[in-house]
């Protein structure tokens, strides 16, 4: 099965260089463009990112940003969806475009209290049970990125 993706993966000041290496293959597999944004919280090479990534670097779109208003002004007709814990709307009950991008914050923090407030109708969750805190990073973009592409064939 060929997948026909135009989506773009934002990561927003990650620290867990394995997460990292772990979305550039996810991006590798899907054809999504990685968008790394802010202060990372590792060197690009970092050998925990480089073996998590594996054969797949050359595969993968990465681009860097120093920060997310630079990134929405170069994109500045896309549609920009932030992922938090913070939200109670479902990733789900949202119809995703080719082209869109899905913000990541940081694994121990989140996207900042500001930026949510200031996109409160694209800030989205995924659903979790009450008293659990967050799921892994890369296996949170790995719903999301499926879940458009499986809205859009």
Not at 45 to 74: C, F, H, M, N, P
Not at 87 to 95: A, G, V
Request: a neutral charge; charged letters at 20%; glycine letters at 6%.
């Amino acid at each position: 099965m060929k997948i026909n993706s135009s989506f773009n993966i934002v990561l927003f000041e990650p620290e867990i260089p394995q997460n990292t290496g772990n979305i550039v293959r996810l991006c590798a597999c899907t054809g999504a463009k990685l968008f790394l944004v802010g202060k990372l919280g590792f060197s690009l090479s970092d050998k925990y990112l480089k073996r998590a990534g594996l054969d797949y670097w050359d595969s993968a779109q990465i681009v860097q940003y120093s920060t997310l208003d630079e990134l929405k002004k170069d994109y500045k007709d896309s549609k920009f969806y932030y992922l938090t814990t913070k939200s109670k709307q479902k990733y789900t009950d949202f119809s995703f475009s080719n082209g869109d991008f899905f913000v990541f914050g940081p694994e121990t923090r989140g996207i900042p209290e500001l930026i949510l407030n200031e996109n409160p109708t694209t800030s989205i969750t995924i659903p979790m049970l009450d008293g659990q805190r967050s799921l892994n990073l890369s296996n949170s973009v790995s719903i999301v990125i499926y879940e458009a592409i499986r809205q859009n064939g």
